[in-house]
Nanobody, 125 residues
Framework: QVQLVESGGGSVQAGGSLRLSCAVSGYTDRTKFMGWFRQYSGKEREGVAAIFTDGSRVLYADSVKGRFTISQDNAKKTLYLQMNSLKPEDTAMYYC??????????????????WGQGTQVTVSS
């Protein structure tokens, strides 16, 4: 069973940067792609970025293109989300997730079967 543990959240001023990490453990051979989601208070989770485990493709939500970068270190079994030029509207709980099946769009929560516990990001103006 794959387990995911996020870290790296915190508080930062607008314009600042944070790097989120997601440590992956367990049997990962079936993982097809991984993603980062965020959830505003009282709202549904929304896809932020995703990466195929073979590194062949990365995808981003329009709201973060050019500011966020998703990457992975397969040797360290860690997924990253580098967040630059942060805005107050980026304030949310951020989750990493793993998908073991194809066929559902990357930005849908239904595409993923394993989730981390989340890490809070707060951006002040």
């Amino acid at each position: 069973q794959v387990q995911l543990v996020e870290s790296g959240g915190g508080s930062v001023q607008a314009g600042g940067s944070l790097r989120l990490s997601c440590a992956v453990s367990g049997y990962t051979d079936r993982t097809k792609f991984m993603g980062w989601f965020r959830q505003y208070s009282g709202k549904e989770r929304e896809g932020v970025a995703a990466i195929f485990t073979d590194g062949s493709r990365v995808l981003y939500a329009d709201s973060v293109k050019g500011r966020f970068t998703i990457s992975q270190d397969n040797a360290k079994k860690t997924l990253y989300l580098q967040m630059n030029s942060l805005k107050p509207e980026d304030t949310a709980m951020y989750y990493c997730a793993a998908a073991s099946r194809w066929g559902i769009v990357w930005s849908s929560v239904r595409a993923y079967n394993i989730w981390g516990q989340g890490t809070q990001v707060t951006v002040s103006s």
